[in-house]
């Protein structure tokens, strides 16, 4: 049976492409008798705004989507999270790095999915390690610990080889402008989907290479491995997925405008969406 979920950051308010991802995790796991859980991520002390977790609540039951056990917390689960960076610094995979943005991006010579990817600089260097680092993953230290090539399956773009040295040496714990430390959305998704017992991570295709690093991730941590599905993004005409800065309407404006959820859910279940909307397109998707 299916064990899906729905995992917004409630940085904002959640909007139409959050409803859709929503209805593809409740759906995936209605259909196969499965449970549809809700996590929380809510680890970015400085953008997370909590007053938005009960919007978040009242958009789901307004959509007509239900959740099943208890909701995951990101912010409740640090220690869980510690653990692991603690297995990985004990397996020789993380390193400390004090590099600002602006000197990664002017020695960067590449692009990854999170952006310049980082040059090395501080690998191997001999770096204090206190409050004012972030840590990164070695990645050809650690794809070599993985033991060899690794596989995971998407149920639309079929099977993957994963490749997570496209990331290179990715920050897997973050430091925070207060000086503190944070894991990163990589690490706290992977370690999460894992203990809720995730059997079809169900995300938007914008994460569809965030899967090739969290499979490496779940082969150096011993994490089960689930399958995968990436769905087509809510974009607007020009192609950009939406978003509430760019005046797409928040699901609880609707909510509060007297819209019907239900009758809302239907719709974007069949792929009929407001004027100027559309799916976009997907890695081996098939409409
Ligand atoms: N928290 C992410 C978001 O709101 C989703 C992460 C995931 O589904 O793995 O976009």
Redesign the pocket.
């Known amino acids: 049976m299916p064990v899906t979920?729905f995992?917004?950051?409630p940085n904002g308010p959640l909007h139409l492409g959050?409803a859709y991802?929503a209805i593809v995790a409740h759906d995936l796991a209605r259909a196969g008798a499965g449970a549809f859980r809700l996590r929380i991520?809510d680890i970015d002390a400085g953008r997370r705004r909590p007053a938005l977790i009960a919007a978040i609540h009242a958009d789901l039951a307004w959509l007509g989507l239900a959740w099943d056990g208890a909701v995951t917390v990101q912010s409740q689960c640090l220690p869980r999270y510690h653990a692991a960076v603690e297995h990985l610094r004990a397996l020789g995979l993380l390193y400390p790095c004090t590099c600002t943005r602006a000197e990664i991006a002017a020695a960067s010579t590449a692009i990854g999915p999170d952006g310049p990817l980082y040059p090395g600089t501080c690998r191997g260097r001999d770096v204090a390690a206190g409050g004012d680092v972030c840590w990164r993953l070695d990645m050809v230290r650690a794809v070599e610990g993985a033991g060899g090539a690794l596989f995971w399956e998407d149920t639309l773009a079929g099977h993957q080889r994963a490749s997570p040295a496209i990331f290179g040496d990715v920050v897997l714990v973050r430091k925070t402008a207060a000086g503190a430390n944070e894991p990163s959305?990589h690490l706290a998704?992977t370690l999460d989907d894992a203990a809720d017992g995730i059997t079809a991570?169900t995300?938007?295709q914008d994460?569809f290479a965030?899967s090739h690093l969290h499979r490496l991730l779940q082969a150096l941590l011993g994490l089960t491995v689930p399958r995968w599905h990436h769905h087509p993004l809510v974009v607007e005409a020009d192609g950009r997925k939406l978003s509430k800065r760019r005046g797409s309407p928040g699901l609880a404006d609707l909510r509060c405008a007297g819209v019907d959820g239900r009758a809302l859910a239907e719709d974007l279940r069949r792929g009929i969406l407001p004027a100027g909307l559309s799916l976009g397109p997907g890695v081996g998707w098939r409409a």
Do not use: M, N, Q, T
Request: proline share 7%.
């Open positions: 979920r995992a917004p950051s959050h991802a991520e959305y998704a991570v995300r938007g994460l965030a």
